[in-house]
């Protein structure tokens, strides 16, 4: 009779059952687990690309404004125009600019234009411009006035009929000191000119979102036509 081996597996008693399979209402609440982090992450992403790298418009400021040349013959009138301007960066990535120009508008119509060169401004820095080009003549809108002294008395001046400046037109500049209404004081002819500064390009943040920004600077213009000089622009 031949001898039985003794079992080698572990006794019946001590095997364990196979594990059930994961039921629907477990996988359920791990996607419902998956999709609320993954809000949160949005959530978090968002609120960060706009309070601290929001994209922002660059802000340009004209400083100066000249004409270092100035004719004037036979009611038309040429110069050349220069004009200042520093514009800040505002972001915290580079601005590009492409699409830039300065144009110079008299009476609603375009008398210079020249465009900008393209170029870079770093984050949160300032640069600054300068632009320069000869205006060809143009026609002046209104008939030139001559520069005239008066010896009115109160009553015989009324500011209501002292012509001004208007909408690119000829008109006197200037007020009478002490608040007078004439008494010799001297008033000089004036043209008003405007001038347009436009930028145009784009801000890349995180290297993945990209922001198209334009912005422009217009600016009024008050000229002496006896001399060129500039009397004062508002922007």
């Keep these: ?14 095997r364990r059952p196979p594990l059930p399979p994961p039921s629907g209402r477990t996988n359920l609440a791990s996607c419902i ?4 982090f993954l809000m949160f992450v949005v959530i978090v992403v968002l ?39 520093s514009v800040r ?18 009476s609603g119509n375009q008398v210079g234009f020249m465009f900008i060169p393209a170029g870079k401004i770093s984050a949160g820095r300032t640069q600054y411009m300068a632009a320069s080009f000869a205006v060809q003549p143009f026609p002046l809108a209104a008939p030139l006035s001559p520069v005239f002294s008066t010896s009115a008395s109160a009553t015989e001046l009324d500011p209501g009929t002292v012509p001004v400046v208007s909408g690119g037109g000829i ?10 209404r004439g008494g010799g004081y001297r008033v000089e002819p004036t043209l008003e000119i405007e ?26 213009v008050t000229v002496a036509v006896t001399d060129g000089s500039v009397l004062g622009f508002h922007c």
């Design 33 to 36: 687990v998956a999709t609320v």
């Design 171 to 180: 008109g006197f500049g200037g007020s009478v000191p002490g608040g007078g």
């Design 89 to 106: 960066n505002p972001n915290r990535a580079a601005f590009s600019h492409y699409d830039s120009s300065l144009q110079l508008l008299y």
């Design 195 to 220: 001038s347009r500064l436009e930028l145009g390009g784009r801000v890349k943040v995180l290297h993945f979102f990209t922001h198209h920004a334009r912005t422009a600077a217009d600016c009024r």
């Design 1 to 14: 009779m031949t001898p039985q081996k003794p079992p080698t597996g572990p006794p019946h008693h001590q």
């Design 47 to 85: 609120i960060v690309f706009f309070t601290v790298f929001r994209p922002k418009d660059p802000e340009i400021s004209v400083t100066s404004v000249q004409l270092p040349s100035f004719s004037i013959s036979n009611s038309s009138v040429s110069f050349t125009f220069s004009q200042y301007a």
